[in-house]
């Protein structure tokens, strides 16, 4: 089942790669520091590729390859252990071949790319950083381990949006970039803690057989897994920029383009669908509210995004908004159990994403750092290859049969209409019927998603390769095709966006064929079911998969030909017209739904305000001022009096201290009784069992008074706290409201449940048949 | 239980209401008849010269303090000398008689405190802050 | 009378501190009497604007060398006591006055850690600040030996004598830089604030004694469940509580520690962040931890001061992180931080009443973790900021492209940057997730842990700040002489030891959980 393998070797080239640039790159000249950087990418890939043979050939299909680098524990707390470690299964091999050989094409593309920039050294030692950080997360064999990556790959992330940090814009991106990822990452880290704290393992391999632990109820009446994937899950909004973490990506684009492309759209970002992909054990847990979290999440962030990618006009933003809509189709895929699709559309994705953004980078660099689409427009005779790479990149995201998104798309639209969500027993029809049609709406939004996309993309195509040029003069003199190693890495990646998809042919369309075809095209499939994932759901009867299909290539193809009818030969009197005559939802779109000022409004302003405030109310109202008001006589004549040295303040000190003093032992005086109304109630029949005080309240230390019936009088009067509770057998049947009073003798301090300050709880009521 | 502090409460009130009720007879009371001669300071017919308030040398305040450590430190002789015979004696002792072995503890107890306080003497001598130059 | 000679062994660690005092004051006393430097100039150099008299090794130069090597003597010692603890319970000396425990020697480990890499971070501080004083030494000695005293205390009385001896000692060092106001400031409220707090303390002791007739504290934890509910018993509790909290800084008993961090010569501030609070949190392990809090005990039940430490500890969290967003000297921004972080801290002290024993070790690991950063930190604020005018450039904006010119000090302190803000693979990073992974065994700390994750995001964006200042901003352009450097073997080794301790618990932080967790 498992064989040892040196799996270090992957992830340990590309961090000597980044050593070594890092370190001395400056003195290395720039053809030694490429050859450094693509090297030992190259050496990862190759390992790498070797490593997934062996796993492919050699062991069966749920075997892995293993490494253990620490031998002895890596992290102890009491008596749980960790030891650090790598794994490849086929999971992560399908990830391992991803990042590594698009990062190798990609760091091929930027010796190109980014041959007069004079901090060479520095870039391609980030770059290698991020890859080795990268392997290390998709390899790691436990949770832990993963998440050492992702934290690496959120730094490198950081650095590179903020490469060039001579202009502040940039800085500030990459802060963004990095502080809304740690939302994230905490989240993330708490689900490790919760997932350890109750399981007791965090590895992968040893997760699965102790799932049953997680249904046990933990907090609000919802399962343990629940809250241990609702934390995963933050952290993947953060990493996979979804609603409401999604606003970092957008701003990412500041970063150089080959940056974008690696880590902003090929790999960091499918982190998140890869974790939940990796540890969809406990996603899979029902009742299945964290699947509908994910997939509704993945849905809406997919339409928002569409949407707001049809108004941009930097080409960047316009990819990255393409990104983030993407992602959401990733999430719906593994939200909605189809993990099958989810991993190819990440497949996929990385082709034809890396090679739009590199397209991008090929434009930008004739245009001389030009970003505005309406300043282009007929680049495609001055630039050939990157145009008709362009075309097919453009026809894969649209999902036009037989490019790799077709397949890819198709599969997850497939997996959300047939998806079966399962709620608690207690679901009234009402919500019965609700969660029925969920999948309906993960569809229907995922379709009008689609429709968009194929807009967008093809009012981009449109409007920098055809019609003619809107720039200067200056600039179309300058047009030119880039050379070939940046070339290069379009076509390749051009190939894998027409052929990758060809390995995850439904069934249906395969059906028919020769057997050795058949296993060609449900390669991607059988590699990952069901040693790996659970199959995906899928539509009953052919004629409905025929014809999801079919709707699916309609709503593409009416995108493509609107986006056609509006921009072919350069921005027509018609798209001028559309836009004037919607002009409030042109200008929300434009400003991407107002979530940025949002944002600012909600949480940066107020949180930078209570800072300011409390720091002023701490310091300077509250010892300066607010007391002095409070004891004039006292501290204003001590404070003049001794100014000088000590500033007035001391006195203001000691009165917070024996203020505090008082809070503190009212605070603490006054709990016992609130404990002591809050508990539990059972029912055995009409007898009524309520236990106070929630086993934080010695026997006898409290006196109660109770009223069973609300009638506003007590029936039993001193009565003492005990443990084992109080019942009381009501005579007729109904709806009883219970008042109790506790009073603690010693204190002479009581509460009621009457009346709540700060519990969130109902009021206590009964109803006994 | 708390009742037990009631005593207490009043002794508290009275203390705050017998202080308050003679500072406010002596402003109700009082005659008050100000004229330039009672305004101005002590009363005494001359205006002062200079500041009442004189700067001492720091010195002073360090003698006086080395003055008190060395002088308490020396009053914790008494007491051991009074327990002296104890310290000495395992076992019991009776009037002067110590009826089990005697050991050095007790003056090897003082002696280090005795110590320590030489090497804090020595201390301040050398750094000259005894003496006046 | 009896005297138990195994005594003298067992407490080896305070006496030798407390001999080593007293030697390191003789030696400074006996030294050639010439002081280098400008502590006896009668004008501030700021006023002359001339340039600072450059720094010449004192003949008290040789004190930081002995005092280090003193420290490592008693390291030795700490570590090889536990070897003579047999059993699992501690082993009482001084007719139960002090105990000799696991806990209280990985703390005396912890702050004399502290204190050495303090030691050799101070004297270039000292020196270029004119302050080279040999007191300082021996200073440190003394209060060294009144926090083990504090960790190993068993009696109320002995806590009351170490929490003394401990703060006198800090008293005069906060003040020794005599050319400052700030300092003079500094140590002013700390000592008026520090001696009322004393008072509270006194009383607390005396009214529990009053209703216990102990001062034991083995005694105390056997007798409180049936005082617990009296009320002289638990308001003498209450004001021993909020005197310690005072010493760990804790909201609303903080507001003296961002004036006297802030003013305090800054290696002795770094020394008042750890280890005053590592032995003010162990104090309250031993008091509330232990003798209230005790799980097993029923009395948990009655110890209404965990629920004023939840509030506390909320407070503390959001009051440090918050004030330390807007701080624009960097020493200030640690000093909030170092309230801050007592706010983390009071969720193991929590966990330990609320989940166990096994919060102990997370707590420990916490305390290890934050001495080394902060003390790291402190002494590359104290090597970067000098100016050659005198005080300390501190702002962001002084600090800005600290990265291309000082890349070894800016490297240093973006390590401990990321290990207070809980970055792995730091040491801090560890500490904040054994310190919420065991506070989420019961899920009534999650709301807990949660607004500790909040704040640890706050807390990220001031960190960030500095990073961002020294790697990603060109220095301002100014006419004013840029800060220079101090360049000292012993400073830049102190912090090289710092950092790889931060990087090593980081990589590798098993071996010191263990040991955390074995302390008991």
């Given at each position: 089942?498992?064989?040892?393998?040196?799996?270090?070797?992957?992830?340990?080239?590309?961090?000597?790669?980044?050593?070594?640039?890092?370190?001395?790159?400056?003195?290395?000249?720039?053809?030694?520091?490429?050859?450094?950087?693509?090297?030992?990418?190259?050496?990862?890939?190759?390992?790498?590729?070797?490593?997934?043979?062996?796993?492919?050939?050699?062991?069966?299909?749920?075997?892995?390859?293993?490494?253990?680098?620490?031998?002895?524990?890596?992290?102890?707390?009491?008596?749980?252990?960790?030891?650090?470690?790598?794994?490849?299964?086929?999971?992560?091999?399908?990830?391992?071949?991803?990042?590594?050989?698009?990062?190798?094409?990609?760091?091929?593309?930027?010796?190109?790319?980014?041959?007069?920039?004079?901090?060479?050294?520095?870039?391609?030692?980030?770059?290698?950083?991020?890859?080795?950080?990268?392997?290390?997360?998709?390899?790691?064999?436990?949770?832990?381990?993963?998440?050492?990556?992702?934290?690496?790959?959120?730094?490198?992330?950081?650095?590179?949006?903020?490469?060039?940090?001579?202009?502040?814009?940039?800085?500030?991106?990459?802060?963004?970039?990095?502080?809304?990822?740690?939302?994230?990452?905490?989240?993330?880290?708490?689900?490790?803690?919760?997932?350890?704290?109750?399981?007791?393992?965090?590895?992968?391999?040893?997760?699965?057989?102790?799932?049953?632990?997680?249904?046990?109820?933990?907090?609000?009446?919802?399962?343990?897994?629940?809250?241990?994937?609702?934390?995963?899950?933050?952290?993947?909004?953060?990493?996979?920029?979804?609603?409401?973490?999604?606003?970092?990506?957008?701003?990412?684009?500041?970063?150089?383009?080959?940056?974008?492309?690696?880590?902003?759209?090929?790999?960091?970002?499918?982190?998140?669908?890869?974790?939940?992909?990796?540890?969809?054990?406990?996603?899979?847990?029902?009742?299945?509210?964290?699947?509908?979290?994910?997939?509704?999440?993945?849905?809406?962030?997919?339409?928002?995004?569409?949407?707001?990618?049809?108004?941009?006009?930097?080409?960047?933003?316009?990819?990255?908004?393409?990104?983030?809509?993407?992602?959401?189709?990733?999430?719906?895929?593994?939200?909605?159990?189809?993990?099958?699709?989810?991993?190819?559309?990440?497949?996929?994705?990385?082709?034809?994403?890396?090679?739009?953004?590199?397209?991008?980078?090929?434009?930008?660099?004739?245009?001389?750092?030009?970003?505005?689409?309406?300043?282009?427009?007929?680049?495609?005779?001055?630039?050939?290859?990157?145009?008709?790479?362009?075309?097919?990149?453009?026809?894969?995201?649209?999902?036009?049969?037989?490019?790799?998104?077709?397949?890819?798309?198709?599969?997850?639209?497939?997996?959300?209409?047939?998806?079966?969500?399962?709620?608690?027993?207690?679901?009234?029809?009402?919500?019965?019927?609700?969660?029925?049609?969920?999948?309906?709406?993960?569809?229907?939004?995922?379709?009008?998603?689609?429709?968009?996309?194929?807009?967008?993309?093809?009012?981009?195509?449109?409007?920098?390769?055809?019609?003619?040029?809107?720039?200067?003069?200056?600039?179309?003199?300058?047009?030119?095709?880039?050379?070939?190693?940046?070339?290069?890495?379009?076509?390749?990646?051009?190939?894998?966006?027409?052929?990758?998809?060809?390995?995850?042919?439904?069934?249906?369309?395969?059906?028919?064929?020769?057997?050795?075809?058949?296993?060609?095209?449900?390669?991607?499939?059988?590699?990952?079911?069901?040693?790996?994932?659970?199959?995906?759901?899928?539509?009953?009867?052919?004629?409905?998969?025929?014809?999801?299909?079919?709707?699916?290539?309609?709503?593409?193809?009416?995108?493509?030909?609107?986006?056609?009818?509006?921009?072919?030969?350069?921005?027509?009197?018609?798209?001028?017209?559309?836009?004037?005559?919607?002009?409030?939802?042109?200008?929300?779109?434009?400003?991407?739904?107002?979530?940025?000022?949002?944002?600012?409004?909600?949480?940066?302003?107020?949180?930078?305000?209570?800072?300011?405030?409390?720091?002023?109310?701490?310091?300077?109202?509250?010892?300066?001022?607010?007391?002095?008001?409070?004891?004039?006589?006292?501290?204003?004549?001590?404070?003049?009096?001794?100014?000088?040295?000590?500033?007035?303040?001391?006195?203001?000190?000691?009165?917070?201290?024996?203020?505090?003093?008082?809070?503190?032992?009212?605070?603490?005086?006054?709990?016992?009784?609130?404990?002591?109304?809050?508990?539990?109630?059972?029912?055995?029949?009409?007898?009524?069992?309520?236990?106070?005080?929630?086993?934080?309240?010695?026997?006898?230390?409290?006196?109660?008074?109770?009223?069973?019936?609300?009638?506003?009088?007590?029936?039993?009067?001193?009565?003492?706290?005990?443990?084992?509770?109080?019942?009381?057998?009501?005579?007729?049947?109904?709806?009883f409201r219970i008042v109790v009073e506790a009073h603690d003798p010693d204190w002479h301090v009581g509460k009621s449940s009457a009346d709540w300050i700060l519990g969130a709880r109902k009021p206590l009521s009964v109803t006994v048949e | 239980m708390s009742v037990d502090y009631a005593p207490t409460l009043v002794a508290i009130l009275f203390g705050i209401g017998f202080s308050c009720f003679f500072m406010a007879l002596a402003v109700f009371l009082g005659p008050k008849r100000p004229d330039p001669e009672k305004l101005s300071p002590f009363e005494c017919g001359s205006d002062p010269i200079g500041s009442p308030r004189v700067r001492f040398s720091v010195k002073f305040y360090q003698v006086a303090i080395l003055f008190l450590i060395f002088d308490i430190e020396s009053a914790f002789l008494y007491p051991w000398a009074a327990l002296y015979r104890r310290l000495s004696c395992l076992g019991t002792v009776s009037g002067t008689q110590c009826l089990g072995t005697v050991t050095a503890f007790g003056f090897v107890e003082m002696l280090v405190f005795i110590g320590t306080l030489v090497v804090a003497l020595a201390y301040v001598w050398r750094k000259r802050a005894i003496g006046w130059g | 009378m009896t005297f138990d000679v195994a005594d003298l062994q067992n407490s080896a660690p305070l006496l030798l501190l407390t001999v080593a005092g007293l030697v390191l004051m003789l030696l400074d006393a006996f030294s050639r009497s010439k002081l280098v430097g400008a502590p006896y100039q009668k004008k501030m150099p700021a006023e002359t604007s001339e340039a600072y008299p450059l720094p010449v090794a004192g003949s008290r130069g040789y004190l930081m060398p002995v005092t280090v090597l003193l420290l490592l003597g008693i390291l030795a010692v700490v570590a090889w006591l536990p070897g003579q603890i047999h059993g699992d319970h501690g082993v009482f000396m001084y007719r139960d006055m002090l105990v000799l425990d696991r806990f209280g020697l990985l703390v005396s480990g912890i702050c004399i850690v502290g204190a050495i890499l303090g030691v050799m971070t101070a004297p270039a501080f000292l020196r270029a600040h004119g302050l080279e004083m040999g007191e300082y030494y021996a200073l440190v000695m003394f209060s060294l030996a009144g926090m083990v005293i504090l960790v190993m205390a068993a009696d109320l009385v002995t806590v009351f004598l170490g929490v003394e001896i401990m703060s006198l000692g800090v008293y005069v060092l906060a003040g020794m830089w005599r050319k400052s106001q700030r300092s003079a400031e500094a140590a002013m409220k700390y000592f008026l604030v520090g001696a009322f707090v004393s008072g509270l303390l006194l009383y607390g002791i005396a009214l529990v004694y009053g209703s216990v007739g102990t001062t034991l504290l083995s005694e105390i934890r056997s007798r409180a469940p049936v005082f617990a509910s009296r009320p002289l018993f638990y308001i003498g509790w209450m004001l021993i509580f909020v005197s310690f909290l005072f010493k760990v800084a804790a909201v609303p008993f903080h507001m003296w520690a961002p004036d006297t961090y802030d003013g305090a010569p800054t290696p002795v501030s770094g020394f008042m962040m750890t280890g005053v609070k590592a032995a003010a949190f162990a104090g309250l392990y031993r008091l509330f931890a232990v003798t209230l809090g005790d799980s097993q005990n029923a009395l948990q039940a009655y110890t209404g001061w965990v629920h004023a430490a939840y509030g506390i500890a909320i407070l503390t969290m959001t009051l440090g992180n918050l004030a330390a967003l807007h701080q624009e000297s960097i020493k200030r921004m640690l000093a909030y931080s170092s309230i801050a972080h007592a706010g983390y801290l009071l969720i193991g002290l929590i966990a330990m009443a609320v989940v166990g024993d096994s919060a102990r070790g997370p707590l420990l690991f916490y305390l290890a973790a934050y001495t080394v950063t902060v003390v790291g930190a402190m002494g590359v604020v104290g090597w970067l900021s000098r100016d050659l005018r005198g005080g300390e450039r501190l702002t962001l904006d002084d600090w800005a492209g600290m990265g291309q010119r000082h890349p070894a000090g800016a490297l240093a302190m973006t390590i401990f940057l990321l290990s207070l803000g809980g970055f792995p693979p730091t040491a801090g990073f560890f500490g904040k997730f054994y310190l919420f992974r065991v506070a989420l065994e019961k899920p009534s700390l999650l709301p807990l842990v949660l607004i500790g994750i909040a704040n640890s995001l706050i807390s990220v964006y001031y960190y960030l700040r500095v990073i961002t200042a020294m790697y990603f901003r060109a220095p301002a352009p100014s006419s004013e002489p840029a800060s220079e450097p101090l360049s000292s073997t012993a400073l830049s080794v102190g912090v090289l030891i710092a950092a790889l301790l931060v990087l090593g618990l980081g990589l590798m932080p098993e071996w010191l959980a263990n040991l955390c967790a074995a302390a008991n």
């Amino acid at each position: 089942m498992t064989q040892n393998y040196p799996l270090y070797l992957i992830a340990l080239l590309p961090f000597l790669g980044a050593a070594l640039n890092l370190l001395f790159g400056r003195r290395l000249g720039n053809g030694i520091v490429s050859l450094i950087a693509c090297g030992a990418v190259a050496g990862a890939a190759l390992v790498a590729t070797k490593a997934v043979w062996i796993l492919g050939h050699d062991l069966p299909t749920k075997g892995m390859l293993v490494d253990q680098f620490f031998e002895k524990d890596w992290i102890t707390a009491g008596d749980l252990h960790v030891a650090a470690g790598l794994m490849l299964d086929r999971l992560s091999a399908v990830m391992v071949l991803i990042v590594t050989w698009i990062a190798l094409l990609i760091h091929i593309y930027a010796t190109g790319y980014m041959e007069h920039e004079p901090d060479y050294a520095r870039f391609f030692g980030y770059l290698n950083l991020f890859t080795g950080s990268m392997l290390i997360l998709v390899l790691g064999d436990s949770l832990p381990v993963t998440f050492v990556g992702w934290e690496g790959v959120g730094l490198c992330s950081y650095l590179l949006i903020g490469f060039w940090y001579q202009e502040d814009k940039n800085a500030t991106a990459g802060r963004k970039a990095f502080i809304v990822n740690r939302v994230g990452d905490f989240g993330f880290l708490l689900g490790i803690c919760l997932l350890w704290t109750l399981l007791g393992t965090v590895k992968y391999a040893e997760m699965g057989s102790l799932l049953n632990e997680l249904r046990r109820p933990f907090w609000m009446g919802w399962p343990a897994g629940y809250w241990v994937a609702v934390f995963l899950f933050i952290g993947c909004m953060g990493k996979s920029a979804q609603i409401p973490l999604y606003v970092w990506l957008p701003d990412a684009m500041a970063g150089p383009t080959p940056v974008s492309a690696l880590i902003h759209a090929a790999t960091m970002v499918t982190a998140g669908v890869y974790v939940v992909a990796r540890t969809h054990g406990i996603f899979d847990i029902t009742p299945s509210a964290a699947q509908m979290l994910v997939s509704g999440i993945g849905a809406i962030t997919a339409l928002m995004a569409a949407t707001i990618g049809i108004v941009q006009r930097d080409f960047k933003k316009v990819l990255a908004y393409s990104t983030v809509s993407q992602l959401g189709f990733m999430f719906v895929g593994v939200g909605s159990g189809a993990y099958v699709a989810g991993i190819m559309h990440l497949m996929t994705h990385a082709f034809f994403k890396a090679g739009l953004f590199l397209g991008a980078g090929s434009v930008m660099h004739a245009m001389g750092g030009e970003g505005d689409i309406t300043k282009m427009g007929g680049l495609g005779k001055h630039m050939p290859i990157t145009r008709w790479t362009f075309f097919v990149y453009c026809l894969a995201i649209a999902g036009i049969f037989p490019f790799a998104g077709f397949f890819s798309k198709d599969a997850i639209l497939a997996g959300a209409f047939a998806s079966k969500f399962v709620m608690a027993d207690t679901a009234n029809p009402t919500q019965q019927m609700l969660i029925n049609l969920y999948p309906k709406f993960l569809w229907g939004t995922l379709t009008l998603a689609a429709f968009c996309t194929a807009f967008y993309m093809w009012r981009l195509y449109f409007m920098v390769f055809t019609g003619t040029f809107r720039g200067t003069h200056e600039q179309e003199h300058h047009l030119h095709e880039s050379p070939p190693e940046m070339t290069l890495p379009l076509v390749v990646l051009a190939v894998g966006a027409v052929l990758s998809g060809l390995i995850g042919v439904p069934a249906v369309m395969s059906h028919g064929l020769p057997e050795s075809v058949q296993h060609f095209t449900g390669f991607f499939e059988h590699w990952l079911v069901p040693a790996i994932v659970p199959a995906s759901p899928e539509p009953h009867g052919h004629a409905l998969e025929w014809g999801l299909m079919a709707g699916a290539t309609i709503i593409s193809i009416a995108g493509i030909g609107l986006a056609a009818s509006l921009y072919r030969g350069g921005i027509s009197k018609a798209a001028e017209n559309v836009k004037n005559s919607l002009q409030p939802v042109y200008a929300l779109l434009w400003n991407k739904y107002f979530v940025d000022e949002l944002y600012d409004l909600v949480l940066v302003r107020p949180l930078k305000m209570l800072a300011r405030v409390l720091w002023r109310v701490a310091d300077a109202v509250i010892v300066d001022g607010g007391l002095t008001k409070v004891g004039p006589a006292l501290v204003g004549w001590f404070g003049t009096r001794t100014r000088r040295l000590q500033n007035g303040d001391v006195q203001r000190y000691l009165i917070a201290v024996v203020l505090g003093a008082a809070a503190v032992l009212f605070l603490s005086t006054f709990w016992l009784p609130y404990r002591g109304v809050q508990g539990s109630i059972t029912k055995e029949g009409r007898r009524v069992n309520l236990v106070l005080g929630e086993g934080k309240v010695p026997n006898n230390r409290l006196v109660y008074r109770i009223d069973w019936d609300g009638d506003g009088k007590f029936d039993e009067e001193n009565v003492r706290h005990a443990e084992k509770g109080f019942f009381h057998d009501y005579q007729n049947a109904g709806t009883f409201r219970i008042v109790v009073e506790a009073h603690d003798p010693d204190w002479h301090v009581g509460k009621s449940s009457a009346d709540w300050i700060l519990g969130a709880r109902k009021p206590l009521s009964v109803t006994v048949e | 239980m708390s009742v037990d502090y009631a005593p207490t409460l009043v002794a508290i009130l009275f203390g705050i209401g017998f202080s308050c009720f003679f500072m406010a007879l002596a402003v109700f009371l009082g005659p008050k008849r100000p004229d330039p001669e009672k305004l101005s300071p002590f009363e005494c017919g001359s205006d002062p010269i200079g500041s009442p308030r004189v700067r001492f040398s720091v010195k002073f305040y360090q003698v006086a303090i080395l003055f008190l450590i060395f002088d308490i430190e020396s009053a914790f002789l008494y007491p051991w000398a009074a327990l002296y015979r104890r310290l000495s004696c395992l076992g019991t002792v009776s009037g002067t008689q110590c009826l089990g072995t005697v050991t050095a503890f007790g003056f090897v107890e003082m002696l280090v405190f005795i110590g320590t306080l030489v090497v804090a003497l020595a201390y301040v001598w050398r750094k000259r802050a005894i003496g006046w130059g | 009378m009896t005297f138990d000679v195994a005594d003298l062994q067992n407490s080896a660690p305070l006496l030798l501190l407390t001999v080593a005092g007293l030697v390191l004051m003789l030696l400074d006393a006996f030294s050639r009497s010439k002081l280098v430097g400008a502590p006896y100039q009668k004008k501030m150099p700021a006023e002359t604007s001339e340039a600072y008299p450059l720094p010449v090794a004192g003949s008290r130069g040789y004190l930081m060398p002995v005092t280090v090597l003193l420290l490592l003597g008693i390291l030795a010692v700490v570590a090889w006591l536990p070897g003579q603890i047999h059993g699992d319970h501690g082993v009482f000396m001084y007719r139960d006055m002090l105990v000799l425990d696991r806990f209280g020697l990985l703390v005396s480990g912890i702050c004399i850690v502290g204190a050495i890499l303090g030691v050799m971070t101070a004297p270039a501080f000292l020196r270029a600040h004119g302050l080279e004083m040999g007191e300082y030494y021996a200073l440190v000695m003394f209060s060294l030996a009144g926090m083990v005293i504090l960790v190993m205390a068993a009696d109320l009385v002995t806590v009351f004598l170490g929490v003394e001896i401990m703060s006198l000692g800090v008293y005069v060092l906060a003040g020794m830089w005599r050319k400052s106001q700030r300092s003079a400031e500094a140590a002013m409220k700390y000592f008026l604030v520090g001696a009322f707090v004393s008072g509270l303390l006194l009383y607390g002791i005396a009214l529990v004694y009053g209703s216990v007739g102990t001062t034991l504290l083995s005694e105390i934890r056997s007798r409180a469940p049936v005082f617990a509910s009296r009320p002289l018993f638990y308001i003498g509790w209450m004001l021993i509580f909020v005197s310690f909290l005072f010493k760990v800084a804790a909201v609303p008993f903080h507001m003296w520690a961002p004036d006297t961090y802030d003013g305090a010569p800054t290696p002795v501030s770094g020394f008042m962040m750890t280890g005053v609070k590592a032995a003010a949190f162990a104090g309250l392990y031993r008091l509330f931890a232990v003798t209230l809090g005790d799980s097993q005990n029923a009395l948990q039940a009655y110890t209404g001061w965990v629920h004023a430490a939840y509030g506390i500890a909320i407070l503390t969290m959001t009051l440090g992180n918050l004030a330390a967003l807007h701080q624009e000297s960097i020493k200030r921004m640690l000093a909030y931080s170092s309230i801050a972080h007592a706010g983390y801290l009071l969720i193991g002290l929590i966990a330990m009443a609320v989940v166990g024993d096994s919060a102990r070790g997370p707590l420990l690991f916490y305390l290890a973790a934050y001495t080394v950063t902060v003390v790291g930190a402190m002494g590359v604020v104290g090597w970067l900021s000098r100016d050659l005018r005198g005080g300390e450039r501190l702002t962001l904006d002084d600090w800005a492209g600290m990265g291309q010119r000082h890349p070894a000090g800016a490297l240093a302190m973006t390590i401990f940057l990321l290990s207070l803000g809980g970055f792995p693979p730091t040491a801090g990073f560890f500490g904040k997730f054994y310190l919420f992974r065991v506070a989420l065994e019961k899920p009534s700390l999650l709301p807990l842990v949660l607004i500790g994750i909040a704040n640890s995001l706050i807390s990220v964006y001031y960190y960030l700040r500095v990073i961002t200042a020294m790697y990603f901003r060109a220095p301002a352009p100014s006419s004013e002489p840029a800060s220079e450097p101090l360049s000292s073997t012993a400073l830049s080794v102190g912090v090289l030891i710092a950092a790889l301790l931060v990087l090593g618990l980081g990589l590798m932080p098993e071996w010191l959980a263990n040991l955390c967790a074995a302390a008991n």
